[in-house]
């Protein structure tokens, strides 16, 4: 039965592509086994000795003259060297094991994180932050009961009862036989049953821990927003609304986790009373000593350790495979776009051309994009502007090539986007929006990411150009001052003046602004337009708002509206025009 449930095709096909990894660790795996089966040798081999040692010295002492000759030393060593081995096995067994598995799921993430970072920003426009942090810690770290909870006692289990009973049975075949029907019990029927109970529960207990996760993570990054609309307390009611549903589904687990260990303590002791039952009758009959019938006894109760992990080992299957299935959803995701097969070289110039370009948004009932027809010339200041929906970061996007047109070309120094890697496409451009992403580590790795090669003098100069020297010299580890994760520890103007730094440094040929001043207050702004003017010096800008400040400075406005170019010239041209733009900056 439990074969049949491990074999089911299902099963394969969620978790079969975890087991393959394990390949690459099959020397630690196979070391974390053999001490795996040193340790219950160590534990049934001091228990069944020490049963008879105890018994047979107690026989050996009622007896006239039999205590002068019974040897107490070689049981005594033996019982002192299966207590060091059992003790030595678990404690190299604890350090193999979970060596292995912390390396398996390092690799794990490594690998998800492959298979996300050519999905961003596209594919993973529909997934919610604390969502990707989920099956990026939370699922992935289910995964690692599938060798120490699943393989590995299983494999256990099968050697032990195996070796075990053939052993047993040297010495009496019919308590060999109960402590087997015993084991079977416990190892191969219950199993089965527990998978099929825990099944629902743990497929919902990670979908409840992935929204509990999404919602805390949200909270956290929107505490601001939440205080100011007064929604801070529904956030906390449905937090503790998805904490409580969660607690009721671990608490259902933890009745089925003490019911299979209630299972498998009975079904051991009622294997023990049997075998008792039957030794005593040969006890009587002459046929089985009575030190032996203790050995039996007391093995019999330490074999059962083996049969003890197995029915909360497949009880969590169902929470593997659900995480599983969430894991390979992500990494089954095809990217928005890819490398061709033999990218073209990139070419020497940077005029950017939108040709007939249009683009529709999975599910949209409209265009993004309509037959778009734009050129950015070297060191051109364009803008986009228009309202919210317009098409203007689809037009970044597609720049960008985190994004193909369905129909027209973007094409780079007269080549096609698409013939070229999309790495190198990005070596050219730079980026600065409303979203400044940081990490939890130093300033200066942060400033890094845009160029790990960047010499202290540079990247002083570069926080001196986007006016961040002073604020940076002022801090008590200078550039090597821990920063929080996301804008943490960060006004708004702060992180957004870090990006500008991070394009400094760069120094790519083009520059995209999407947004970068909104959300700031007047000071904060003008600080940060003052950075900006010195970062788009000598570059190609596309500036993409729906602000219209400062634009009299761009050499050419395109207004967007539905998709479609609407207006389109210099601030002077348009407002002479008196059309969309002009009206808007009369208001």
């Known amino acids: 039965m439990m074969l049949k449930l491990l074999a089911k095709p299902g099963l394969l096909r969620d978790l079969g592509p975890f087991l393959k990894p ?183 207990m990670t979908r409840t821990m992935a929204s509990l996760r999404e919602s805390a993570v949200e909270g956290v990054q929107g505490v601001a927003e939440l205080a100011a ?127 007939g370009v249009s683009f529709t948004h999975t599910g949209a009932a409209r265009p993004a994009l309509d037959s778009i027809d734009l050129v950015l010339e070297p060191g051109q200041r364009l803008a986009l502007i228009g309202p919210s929906g317009a098409g203007k970061s689809t037009l970044g996007d597609l720049a960008l090539r985190f994004r193909d047109p369905d129909a027209g070309a973007v094409t780079l120094g007269g080549t096609d986007l698409r013939q070229l890697d999309p790495d190198a496409v990005l070596t050219r451009f730079a980026v600065v929006s409303q979203r400044t992403q940081l990490f939890a580590a130093t300033l200066r790795e942060n400033l890094a990411l845009a160029r790990p090669d960047a010499s202290d003098d540079e990247l002083w100069q570069a926080l001196a150009d986007a006016q961040l020297e002073e604020w940076v010299r002022a801090l008590p580890q200078g550039l090597d001052t821990v920063l929080g994760e996301g804008e943490s520890g960060l006004s708004g103007g702060q992180a957004r003046r870090l990006a500008v730094a991070r394009a400094l440094l760069k120094n790519a040929p083009i520059l995209i602004l999407d947004e970068p001043t909104t959300g700031l207050d007047a000071d904060t702004e003008a600080r940060l337009s003052a950075a900006l003017d010195r970062l788009m010096a000598g570059r190609s800008v596309l500036h993409i708002t729906h602000q219209l400040a400062r634009l009299e400075t761009m050499d050419e406005i395109v207004v967007l509206k539905d998709g479609h170019i609407a207006e389109r010239g210099c601030h002077a041209e348009l407002m002479a025009a008196g059309g969309h733009y002009a009206r808007l900056k009369a208001a």
């Open 229 to 355: 609309y007064g929604a801070a307390n529904r956030q906390r009611a449905e937090l503790a609304a998805a904490s409580d549903t969660l607690a009721r589904q671990q608490q259902r687990m933890a009745h089925l986790t003490g019911l299979g260990a209630a299972l498998t303590g009975l079904a051991g002791n009622l294997a023990l009373w049997a075998a008792l039952f039957i030794g005593a009758a040969a006890v009587s009959a002459g046929t089985l000593a009575p030190a032996m019938l203790a050995l039996l006894a007391f093995g019999l109760m330490a074999l059962f350790e083996a049969a003890a992990p197995m029915p909360l080992a497949f009880q969590m299957l169902g929470k593997m495979r659900s995480a599983a299935r969430r894991l390979t959803a992500l990494a089954n995701l095809t990217p928005a776009t890819s490398a061709p097969a033999k990218p073209l070289p990139l070419p020497a110039g940077n005029r950017l051309v939108f040709s």
């Open 22 to 204: 394990l390949g690459r660790y099959k020397l630690w795996l196979a070391a974390g086994f053999l001490l795996s089966l040193a340790t219950l040798a160590g534990s049934v081999g001091l228990l069944a000795l020490s049963g008879w040692f105890i018994t047979a010295t107690a026989i050996a002492g009622a007896a006239a003259g039999a205590a002068l000759t019974f040897d107490f030393f070689s049981p005594g060593a033996s019982i002192r060297g299966f207590a060091i081995l059992r003790t030595a096995a678990r404690y190299g067994e604890r350090v193999v094991t979970h060596e292995a598995t912390f390396r398996l799921l390092a690799d794990l993430r490594l690998w998800l994180f492959s298979k996300a970072i050519p999905l961003a920003p596209a594919r993973l426009g529909g997934f919610r932050a604390g969502d990707l942090l989920s099956r990026l810690t939370a699922d992935i770290d289910a995964l690692d009961g599938l060798y120490l909870r699943v393989l590995a006692p299983t494999g256990i289990f099968a050697v032990a009862t195996l070796i075990g009973c053939l052993l047993m049975a040297l010495v009496s075949p019919v308590i060999a036989l109960v402590a087997f029907i015993g084991l079977i019990a416990c190892g191969i029927v219950l199993p089965p049953l527990f998978a099929m109970a825990g099944r629902k529960p743990g497929e919902r």
